[in-house]
């Protein structure tokens, strides 16, 4: 008896992966078929099913806004009617008129269904008013059962009622004998603490002081620092150089030449400009700057020096010193002044900043220790609050009580709808309240308890807002729709001598038609749309939490035909699936049917016959294919934009340049094909050709019928991978309706279409089917195509 093994490990590891892929596909489809922004909703399947997102995008519906633009064009002969002959137009005309009133007509039959259904609602909760207060205070009964706090220590409700400052209504509780101790434990530190936030506030005020003092500093520091180095600098450099020039003219005088020097003060004004280098050399500067001045002091001090003791003023050499010392006084004293002034104040920030840089950095410290330190006083004030939370609780609960109980009084007196405001307020009321209180509850069971009942009366907001929105929307909708009917009129009394007139080339823009496109434009999105999608969404979610079921179908009534309602009159914009669709379906159809004959030629000499450079040629091909076509782009781009001016159709922005460009993915399939090749038996050709069959017919008539697996295969996986390609269609194309399918798919990612994820997901789902036919009609060659070349023999 042979026993079996339970493999549930492997069975339960297969069930985990089965969900885990196949939940994204199920997300999708949820998507595509739901109302609501499943993008940001925790449900994965709604009540607000519709297939609108696939009627949207295969079979678009002419709404108000288009026929009023289609309208426009006709009166005015514009395009895409510039050239239909004028019965064309009045007739168009004419249909589109028709069914603007079959959208108003359409429009009142909604509102008047929609109308007996809230009627219908109101009716019911008038009814069941004595009911559905029954049931909001059985709820309301029910938080209160929930709380369940037990009595505390003496000494803890004591210091939870000096805490909460409840001493006047627990006068049975002595909480004198406590009173030292709760100051001490609490509210000394509940001081240290405002204390410290105090301090910290005012370190922060000072550190932010302190850093725009900085900022101003730092900015003249950098000036200041940009002068010295562009100018002061090589001013140095150079009165260093006119110094060394002269005290080696004076220590090395040319003797034997006398010449008759005259001296105009040039020594007092040398001494002048002497103490300003002494000045100078005396300032606290950087030390590229400083090594300068001291030379430049050196330098000085050694000529000052000299030029006092020097007996051979009769030289001509000395008339030489003379001329660069005059020079050098004239051009230095008013340089070396605005210098000094310069250093000065560069020494001057230079210390404020560093003044101000350890200010900060003591303050910082000192603002992170007192951080610190207020954390911990903080950490151990919450310790001690945590500990009080049950007697706090315990102190509150009769004060949440009495709110509870005066809600309940409140609302047992109440009579729905005509009160629904009153509960509304009532209810914000008791949800402070429990709030509140479930501050101080630390059983987390009790805590989801009460909040679970008071979910429960969620319902409440969201039959308010129906009201509320629903009534100011009917009143404005059918104000609305009595305004278009005029309008309507009008345009349909003017429209057929506006077509005439344009015809014959005077075009009359309908004054009626402008006014009835900002109706519909501005005012419905903005009046009418507003309160109808509110009271759309509230309906929606009544239908999951109102009390009783009995509405259910009229709330859902309501959602579907405020929905219809808005489907007629917002704006939609426009989109080219099809046109996408067909091009890809083009495109990768012609370049897998043309991939597959090329390679198949291709295939077959380097499986058949023996020629130079077969071995390695091939290889070659693979190994050019390793390249993506993304780094050429550059030369093919130029090459399309060069071949578009003489073959327009093989241009940029064109499906025959893109196709041409998909063209060059052939060395992998022909690699394939003819490893399959390898795998048919040459006999069969030879045996073709002794009854006198050509190369070409054993190809055409045996190879490839017997090649059609690896064919197929081909064919398959170039469509797919052409279909699905972005970047150079992205690159190539510029039309919208040129777009390939993974193109346009990539525009409802953004712009107008970017939050529309449901009709994204239902342009994914569409663009799937192409491929999905293609491998479903094809897939029994494809294991056999992949596979039977791989094996020789």
Same mark, same amino acid.
């Given at each position: ?22 939940? =994204? ?12 922004? &499943? ?7 709604? !009540? ?20 009023? $633009? ?9 395009? @895409? ?27 009142? !039959? ?9 009627? #219908?609602?109101? $009716?019911? %909760? ?31 409700? !004591? ?31 509940? #001081? ?13 005020? +000072?550190?932010? +002081? ?23 600098? @090589? ?9 060394? &020039? ?6 090395? =005088? ?5 010449? *008759? ?134 102190? *509150? ?20 709808? /005509?009160?629904?405001? /009153? ?7 008791? /949800?402070? $309240? ?31 807002? *129906? ?6 929307? !009917? ?36 004054? %009626? ?8 434009? $501005? ?23 109102? =009390? ?25 914009? /426009? ?29 077959? =000499? ?19 294919? #390793? ?24 241009? *940029? ?13 052939? &060395? ?36 490839? @019928?017997?090649? +059609? ?60 089917? @192409? ?23």
């Amino acid at each position: 008896m042979v026993v079996k093994k339970s493999n549930w490990l492997t069975h339960l590891i297969l069930v985990i992966l089965i969900v885990a892929i196949l939940f =994204p596909v199920v997300w999708v489809v949820s998507t595509s078929l739901r109302r609501d922004n &499943a993008a940001f909703s925790s449900k994965l399947f709604s !009540s607000r099913m519709s297939l609108q997102n696939y009627k949207d995008l295969l079979f678009p519906e002419d709404n108000v806004l288009r026929l009023l $633009s289609d309208i426009e064009a006709i009166t005015t002969n514009s395009r @895409p009617y510039d050239e239909k002959p004028v019965e064309y137009l009045v007739e168009k005309f004419r249909r589109d008129i028709q069914e603007l009133k079959n959208y108003s007509e359409e429009s009142k !039959s909604l509102i008047k269904l929609t109308d007996e259904h809230f009627s #219908m609602i109101q $009716s019911y %909760v008038k009814e069941k008013s004595n009911e559905i207060i029954e049931t909001i205070l059985n709820v309301s009964k029910g938080i209160k059962e929930k709380v369940k706090v037990k009595k505390t220590s003496e000494k803890d409700l !004591s210091f939870a009622i000096l805490s909460l400052g409840k001493e006047k209504e627990f006068e049975g509780i002595d909480v004198s004998k406590y009173r030292e101790e709760w100051e001490r434990e609490f509210q000394n530190v509940k #001081m240290e603490i405002k204390i410290k936030e105090k301090l910290i506030k005012e370190l922060e005020t +000072s550190l932010r +002081s302190i850093k725009k003092d900085m900022d101003i500093y730092q900015i003249e520091y950098r000036r200041l620092s940009t002068i010295i180095k562009n100018s002061i600098i @090589p001013q140095v450099k150079s009165f260093n150089k006119t110094l060394k &020039a002269a005290y080696e003219i004076l220590e090395k =005088p040319s003797v034997g030449i006398n010449a *008759l020097v005259m001296e105009n003060g040039e020594f007092e004004q040398y001494l002048k400009i002497y103490e300003i280098i002494e000045k100078i050399s005396e300032l606290q500067i950087n030390k590229e700057i400083k090594s300068l001045v001291d030379e430049l002091m050196t330098n000085a001090s050694k000529v000052k020096k000299l030029w006092e003791k020097y007996d051979k003023k009769n030289l001509a050499s000395y008339g030489d010193f003379i001329s660069i010392i005059n020079q050098f006084n004239l051009k230095s004293f008013k340089q070396l002044n605005e210098a000094e002034n310069v250093l000065r104040n560069f020494q001057e920030v230079e210390k404020k900043y560093l003044k101000s840089s350890n200010s900060l950095l003591l303050i910082s410290n000192r603002l992170e220790s007192e951080k610190k330190e207020l954390e911990v006083k903080r950490n151990e004030l919450n310790l001690k609050e945590q500990k009080l939370l049950d007697a706090k609780a315990y102190i *509150l609960t009769e004060d949440f009580f009495k709110d509870v109980d005066k809600f309940i009084e409140k609302v047992s007196k109440y009579k729905l709808p /005509r009160d629904i405001n /009153r509960l509304y307020i009532s209810l914000k009321s008791l /949800r402070r $309240s429990v709030n509140s209180f479930l501050t101080y509850i630390s059983n987390e069971e009790v805590k989801s308890g009460m909040r679970k009942d008071l979910r429960k009366l969620e319902w409440i907001d969201d039959y308010r807002d *129906l009201i509320k929105r629903y009534e100011k929307y !009917s009143k404005d909708v059918k104000e609305f729709l009595e305004k278009f009917d005029k309008y309507v009129e009008s345009i349909e009394l003017t429209g057929k001598n506006a077509i005439y007139s344009a015809k014959n080339g005077v075009k009359i823009r309908i004054l %009626v038609l402008s006014q009835l496109f900002t109706e519909v434009q $501005s005012k419905y999105p903005a009046e009418i749309a507003s309160s109808m999608s509110i009271a759309s969404k509230a309906a929606a979610d009544l239908m999951d939490i109102f =009390p009783f079921d009995d509405l259910d179908k009229n709330f859902k009534e309501i959602d579907k035909r405020l929905f219809r309602f808005d489907q007629i009159w917002k704006q939609k914009q /426009r989109h080219y699936l099809w046109r996408w669709i067909l091009n890809s379906v083009v495109v990768a159809g012609l370049v897998s049917v043309i991939t597959t004959f090329v390679n198949a030629l291709a295939a077959y =000499p380097f499986s058949r016959m023996r020629f130079r450079g077969r071995k390695y040629g091939i290889m070659s091909l693979l190994l050019i294919q #390793m390249f993506p076509a993304i780094m050429y782009m550059i030369a093919l781009y130029g090459f399309l934009s060069f071949m578009g001016r003489y073959i327009p159709w093989l241009g *940029l922005n064109t499906l025959g340049g893109l196709i041409f460009v998909y063209l060059g993915n052939i &060395a992998f399939n022909m690699y394939l094909i003819k490893g399959f090749y390898d795998t048919i038996p040459s006999s069969l050709e030879e045996a073709a050709m002794i009854d006198g069959a050509t190369r070409w017919q054993t190809f055409w008539r045996i190879v490839l @019928p017997l090649a +059609s697996p690896i064919l197929a295969v081909v064919v398959i996986l170039t469509f797919m991978g052409t279909f699905n390609e972005f970047v150079l269609a992205k690159i190539i194309l510029q039309d919208v309706e040129k777009y390939t399918y993974a193109v346009g798919l990539w525009t409802f990612s953004t712009g107008p279409f970017e939050t529309e994820w449901g009709l994204f997901s239902a342009a994914a789902l569409v663009g799937m089917l @192409p491929m999905v036919i293609l491998f479903l009609s094809m897939q029994k060659y494809l294991v056999g195509g992949l596979t039977k070349g791989s094996v020789k023999g």
